[in-house]
Each structure stands twice: as C-alpha cells, then as structure tokens.
C-alpha cells in the first residue's frame, strides 16, 4: 500500500466535510418537509372528524323524529352506507396525503445520497 500525500488527505478531508454540510442540509429538509406534511395530514384528520361530528349530530335528530320501526329501519342503513363512506373517503384521503408526506420528505435525503455515490464512484474509477 502507498502512502498518503498531504494533498490526497485534505481532498479527503474536504470531501467528507462537504458531504457531511450537504447530508446536513438534505435531513433539515426533509424533517422540514416531513413537518408540514404532518400537519396537512392532522389538518385531514381534525376535518374528518368534525366532518363525522356534523352527521352525527344530524343522525340525532333524525332519530328524534322517528315515529314508527320502518323509519327507524331507514335511518339506521342509510347512516350505516354514509358512515361506512365518509370512512373510506377519509381513510384515502389521509392515505393519499401520508404517501405524498413520505415521498416528497425522503427526496432530499435521496437526491443527497445519489450525489454522493456518483462523487464516490467516479472518485474509485479515477
């Protein structure tokens, strides 16, 4: 094995000093972008949920008015297909958002890393 110049060691030196100030940057970002993804999906969350509040409270005095088992009977189905709707719409929704949350989050740390196997690999063939 050779021995180590001074200058191959400062290049070595500034290279990892450059990734670690560029990885640095890229997680600042991505917990950046992580954060306000978190709160667009709390934001679907807290609208669901008054969403849900608003029907139920619908559903109550529908039920008030009931005056015989067939309406009963009506009222109970239909809250059962718009209850198991507004879940399903919810629940993609919020899916949908996480999903944009974690890839939109992660891209910064990717395109950091990308960099750094590109510098490592051309650095090796030279």
Partial sequence: MGKIESPQIDKIMKDTADFNTGYSE???????????????????????????SKKQAE????????????????IQNKLLKSGFDDFVSGATRISEISSKVLT????????????????????KAA
Avoid: H
């Fill in 26 to 52: 890229a997680c600042t970002k991505s917990c950046s972008i992580f954060m306000k993804g978190m709160e667009d999906v709390m934001g679907a969350m807290m609208s669901f949920a008054q969403d849900t």
């Fill in 59 to 74: 559903l109550v005095k529908e039920v008030m008015s009931i005056k015989n088992v067939n309406e009963f009977s009506e």
């Fill in 104 to 123: 939109d989050s992660a891209e910064p740390m990717n395109a950091q890393m990308t960099q750094a196997v590109k510098k490592a690999t051309k650095a």
